[in-house]
């Protein structure tokens, strides 16, 4: 079984770039996650799908940060202008969501993640 | 609100002795405790994962930890450090329910010295 794909691996702009990244989740997880490690950091939650609808993005700057996940299935999260601060590593994460999920621990399975630099 | 603290942030062991990297959390209900791995350049795999019953959890690659509820501990131990354990640790934490946010703690990096 595939896990969860992201592109690209790396990325390098300068500031004020726009830049996006894609994933694509685990078949079948109904759950998307979006998070930001910043270096010697755990990762932090920018936003959740549950298919196609963002039912947490509380902690997603919503001025240069915005996400889509239009099919339920694939999902990208885009930055426009980015700023120095916005270097780290951004993580994609997918549950199985749904009924399934809430019946057991819903666990997370992680892409490998985007590491972005901006100059 | 929920938190994670681990206890330093850099651990050195020798090849074959005890690992032991530490874990305490703040819940304000029942929590579900996680031990994540990170190889380098690499997204995070579970490791083990603590919800309820038996508080004493074992993991993939040797790994286990105990649930100590009146220490608010999670510590993660390993009899035998091996060359290829080498990564960094996070452990973090959630609380029951349909939606569980996971807040992760800041990392342990384990180096393991031949």
């Known amino acids: 079984e595939a896990g969860v794909v992201q592109s690209p691996r790396y990325k390098i702009i300068e500031k004020k770039q726009p830049v996006a990244f894609w994933c694509n989740p685990i078949?079948?997880?109904?759950?998307l996650y979006w998070y930001r490690q910043n270096l010697g950091q755990g990762p932090e939650l920018l936003i959740r799908y549950e298919n196609e609808e963002a039912v947490d993005d509380s902690q997603l700057p919503k001025d240069r940060f915005s996400a889509e996940r239009l099919k339920g299935v694939d999902s990208t999260l885009k930055i426009q202008p980015a700023e120095l601060g916005d270097s780290a590593v951004y993580l994609c994460?997918?549950?199985?969501?749904?009924?399934?999920?809430?019946?057991?621990?819903?666990?997370?399975?992680f892409g490998p993640g985007t590491r972005l630099t901006v100059l | 609100a929920q938190s994670v603290t681990q206890l330093g942030s850099h651990v050195s062991v020798s090849e074959g002795a005890l690992v032991l990297l530490r874990c305490n959390y703040s819940s304000s209900v029942p929590p579900y405790l996680f031990w994540y791995v990170q190889y380098p350049n690499q997204g995070l795999q579970l490791l083990l994962k603590?919800?309820?019953?038996?508080?004493l959890v074992k993991g993939i690659n040797g790994f286990e930890a105990e649930f100590k509820k009146s220490e608010t501990s999670f510590h993660l131990t390993k009899p035998s450090a091996h060359m290829s354990d080498a990564a960094e640790y996070f452990c973090a934490v959630s609380y029951s329910g349909g939606y569980q946010k996971v807040t992760f703690g800041t990392g342990t990096k384990l180096q393991v010295i031949p």
């Open positions: 078949s079948g997880h109904n759950t």
């Open positions: 994460a997918s549950s199985l969501g749904g009924v399934a999920g809430a019946l057991r621990t819903d666990t997370q399975y």
């Open positions: 603590y919800t309820t019953g038996a508080t």
